[in-house]
Each structure stands twice: as structure tokens, then as C-alpha cells.
């Protein structure tokens, strides 16, 4: 009889370890900036964060902050204010309208971030709004920037670049583009503007090998339209596993193209070894390649 009971005292023991570790471990990888590596150790990841519609910020593993579309005056979805971004150091806007560079002018100004413009007439309109000239880069696409280790490729996009306020010297915002951005770990992310499906990401996949993209998936999108973008990016290109969509409203209005197509869609026409994630607001998902690292839940 006491040696039930001892054996039942220790199942119970080993049940209450075994969902701290959950909770311990489990939720904190969803949320923190800390992985797990096969041997069990902790692991300092760069992060990433969807702030609404198609902000979203990347904290790398040495502190860097790059945001990608800062919109955040006059976004309804918008999960921060203007006066709380208070780091940037790279900040991308990928074309002129007004909800892909948002508030990429103030934030600049702030906080000094190099303003990488992805055509150079959006560069020069960047200048003349205000930003110091040795903040801005003005690119197009083909160009490639190193930021300290932080490596940015520009790409095109099948989209326009028309200006909220055009001026005589900068009436259009140049061609629209898109960015592969390499980190210090090697990981790979392709935000990919609000740009068509193209041919170029075939080329684009077996050339830079993302291991995220984040894909538009605006209101009247087709989704095979994304679907098609995410079997091109997969070629020659075994690190592809994750799917962000943005332009996505948090309630979408009614007979709005939904994640769920989207992702019927990518499974559909490129298979089911890619999946689609649904970030909350400001959750930080941890960013590091590997089978050696997991995200519980996501």
C-alpha cells in the first residue's frame, strides 16, 4: 500500500513539472524573444511583430529595431501610437502611398533610422519632406544594402508608387518595390509590398531562399494569386515554411478575400509544407532557422 501511494505521489510530482514546462516554455516562446534549441537551452532570437495592417517591426538579436510600413496615423488597426515608436534604425517603405510609408517621415526624424526608399524618386520626395539627406537611401530595385550585417535587397513590384502630396521635382514615387531583408542569423524575410504575383519570384526564391513572406492579402485579393506567389518562392528553395498576410484588416468588412482562402489557396497550388500564420497585435514571434527551434501554438 505505501508503495502505491509513493508511486501515485510521484505521477503526480511528474505531471505538475510537466505543465510548468508548459506554461514555462511554451507560452514564453510564443511571446518573448527566447528560443529553444535541441538540447534544451535558450536561444536570444530576433523577433517579429505585426503592429496593423502592414506595419511590422523586427528587433534583431543586437538590438536593432527595422520597421517595414509604418502606418499608424489614421490606421484604424493601428496597435500603437506615433509617439510610442521611440527606436527605429532602418525603416523600409516599399512605394509612395499613403499606407505603405505612413508615418515613415516623422519616425525618421525621431530617431535617425536610415529610410530606405525603394525607388529613388520616393527617396528625393523623402528629402524634400524633410528627412536629413544622409538618412535616406535611395534605391530601386536590384540594389542590395548592408546595414551593419543587416543585409536588404530590393525587388520589383507589380504595383504603382503615386505620392499623397506629388511636387513639381518628385510628381511620382518611382517604381514600387518589395525587400528581401537577410539578418545576423541568417534568416530571411520577403516583404513583398503589395505587389502581383511575377515570374521574378521564381528567380527571387531559388536566389535569396526567404524563410518567411509576408504577402498581401488586401480586401479584393485573389487568393491563387497569393497561392501562385508562394509556389514560386519555393523554388529551389527548401526554407520556406511560413506565410504572413498583410493588408489584412483585424475584422475584415464583409465578402473580403480571407485568411482562410488564402490559405486553401497556397495548399491548393503549392502544397501543404507551408503554413499560414494568424499574429495577434504585437505578439513577437521569434525569427531563427533551423529544426532545432519551434513555436508552440503557431
Do not use: C
Request: net charge neutral.
Amino acid at each position: 500500500m505505501e508503495r502505491r501511494r509513493a508511486i501515485n505521489l510521484l505521477l503526480v510530482v511528474a505531471m505538475i513539472v510537466a505543465m510548468a514546462g508548459v506554461l514555462k516554455f511554451g507560452l514564453a516562446d510564443r511571446l518573448t524573444p527566447v528560443g529553444r534549441a535541441a538540447n534544451g537551452t535558450q536561444i536570444e532570437a530576433p523577433t517579429l511583430e505585426w503592429l496593423g495592417w502592414s506595419h511590422f517591426r523586427v528587433t534583431t538579436s543586437t538590438g536593432k529595431v527595422i520597421l517595414f510600413n509604418p502606418f499608424i496615423t489614421g490606421n484604424a488597426d493601428a496597435s500603437v501610437k506615433l509617439e510610442d515608436i521611440t527606436k527605429a534604425d532602418i525603416i523600409l517603405v516599399p512605394n509612395g502611398h499613403r499606407d505603405e510609408q505612413g508615418d515613415a517621415v516623422a519616425i525618421a526624424q525621431k530617431t535617425g533610422a536610415k529610410l530606405v526608399a525603394g525607388g529613388f524618386e520616393l527617396g528625393s520626395w523623402f528629402i524634400q519632406k524633410g528627412v536629413p539627406p544622409a538618412q535616406v537611401v535611395r534605391s530601386n530595385p536590384g540594389n542590395w544594402h548592408d546595414f551593419g550585417g543587416i543585409i536588404v535587397r530590393v525587388v520589383n513590384s507589380v504595383h504603382g508608387s503615386g505620392l499623397p502630396e506629388p511636387t513639381i521635382e518628385n510628381p511620382y514615387g518611382g517604381p514600387a518595390a518589395g525587400f528581401f531583408v537577410t539578418l545576423e542569423n541568417g534568416y530571411t524575410i520577403y516583404h513583398a509590398g503589395s505587389t502581383a504575383a511575377t515570374m521574378d519570384m521564381q528567380l527571387w526564391g531559388a536566389m535569396f531562399k526567404p524563410d518567411l513572406a509576408i504577402l498581401p492579402l488586401n480586401g479584393d485579393r485573389d487568393p491563387l494569386d497569393v497561392g501562385q506567389m508562394v509556389k514560386l518562392l519555393l523554388t529551389n528553395n527548401p526554407n520556406l515554411t511560413r506565410v504572413i498576410p498583410h493588408h489584412q484588416r483585424v475584422e475584415p468588412p464583409a465578402g473580403a478575400t480571407t485568411i482562410a482562402q488564402m490559405e486553401s489557396a497556397i495548399r491548393s497550388v503549392a502544397g501543404s509544407g507551408v503554413s499560414v500564420l494568424r499574429l495577434q497585435r504585437g505578439q513577437a514571434l521569434p525569427l531563427m532557422k533551423g529544426n532545432g527551434f519551434s513555436v508552440p501554438g503557431l
